[in-house]
């Protein structure tokens, strides 16, 4: 058998390709930091249960909710809007947590659906909604909130 993961006539420079993998984890870990940082900076008591690995919001997924989602953005005047403040909004993401989840029709990710006392914002058809929807894959890593439901076509 060979073992070889190198083809023949390639040189693996294994001092330069260890100094990129130390970089990339020095890197990564100060920008773990950063996030938890930054999310500690939100007026939140349990900040982090939005830490867990089980429940996982990164600030690219916070991002993506915010550009898509938050009424204050006009980059998608197709999506449904939140039109709850941020620190409300990453409240009611942590809380959903507690919510059974559910799969998403035809997909491997997840569902958890949050009522709400009072509406949140409006869905995608302009109707205004005391609900929110969480999209995680299997392992609790936040893909995507929006306000209202998944609506399947009939």
Known sequence: MNYTAIP???????AEWLRVLFLLSDTEQWLQQQHT?????LPLKQHKKLLRSSWYLSPA????IIERHYYKISR????????????EL???????????????????NLQRTLTTATPIGF????????ALTIISNAGGRIITAFPGFIYSPL
């Open 61 to 64: 997924a916070l991002a993506h």
């Open 76 to 87: 998608h005047p197709c999506a449904g809007k939140f039109t709850i403040n941020i620190p």
């Open 37 to 41: 940082q930054h999310f500690y900076q």
């Open 123 to 130: 869905d995608n058809q302009g109707n205004t909604v005391a």
């Open 8 to 14: 023949p006539n390639t040189t693996f420079n294994e």
């Open 90 to 108: 990453v409240a009611y993401i942590r809380e959903a947590f507690t919510v059974a989840p559910t799969p998403v029709p035809d997909s491997v």
